[in-house]
T-cell receptor, first 109, second 112 residues
């Protein structure tokens, strides 16, 4: 049965606060990274991406940081809103897209 | 049109049935993908089609058979599935190589 990894890590934030979701990736050869948001009953939705030759990229209310030295990726969401509640997946691309485990973001009003 | 559509939305099938999942996109993408997602897990790649040719098969059992009839359509034919194959099956499309992939809403499959 599924007793390992059944519970995704959860981040609970107050509406209006900033959120930071972290991800460790595994493949040093990965050269492209994406953050996806998945709401209940829907497929993953693209949020932001970053190439390995960059360490920071900003979008609308979101920022992705890449630290290749420690193979770490983070997603910062500014002024978190109830509509941001979802599961967030990082994904890395070496020769195919591989998703990380996911983090549940819960926004409290 | 910037979306990927999948039919059916839900499917219940017995272990002896044959069924097909369908996926369609009209964004001109030349790469299309099938992923399997179990509850509370990330999507896992099954197959990649690039320019209508199968380029990646992630050691998927032969009871799953993909087909790409043209650049806009992707099918997944199912036969003699097992209950552990119950999952959300996601289709995605994108430009070939490292680029954004657009996902459909998925087909929720239950195998009895």
């Amino acid at each position: 049965g599924e007793s390992v990894g059944l519970h995704l890590p959860t981040l609970s934030v107050q509406e209006g606060d900033n959120s930071i979701i972290n991800c460790a990736y595994s493949n040093s050869a990965s050269d492209y990274f994406i953050w996806y948001k998945q709401e209940s009953g829907k497929g993953p939705q693209f949020i932001i991406d970053i190439r390995s030759n960059m360490d920071k990229r900003q979008g609308q209310r979101v920022t992705v940081l890449l630290n290749k030295t420690v193979k770490h990726l983070s997603l910062q969401i500014a002024a978190t809103q109830p509509g941001d509640s979802a599961v967030y997946f990082c994904a890395e691309y070496g020769n195919k897209l591989v998703f990380g485990a996911g983090t549940i973001l819960r926004v409290k009003s | 049109d910037t979306e990927v559509t999948q039919t059916p939305k839900h499917l219940v099938m017995g272990m002896t049935n044959k069924k097909s999942l369908k996926c369609e996109q009209h964004m001109g993408h030349r790469a299309m993908y099938w992923y399997k997602q179990k509850a509370k897990k990330p999507p896992e790649l099954m197959f990649v089609y690039s320019y209508e040719k199968l380029s990646i098969n992630e050691s998927v059992p032969s009871r799953f058979s993909p087909e790409c009839p043209n650049s806009s359509l992707l099918n997944l034919h199912l036969h003699a599935l097992q209950p552990e194959d119950s999952a959300l099956y996601l289709c995605a499309s994108g430009l070939a190589g490292p680029s954004e992939q657009f996902f459909g809403p998925g087909t929720r499959l239950t195998v009895l």
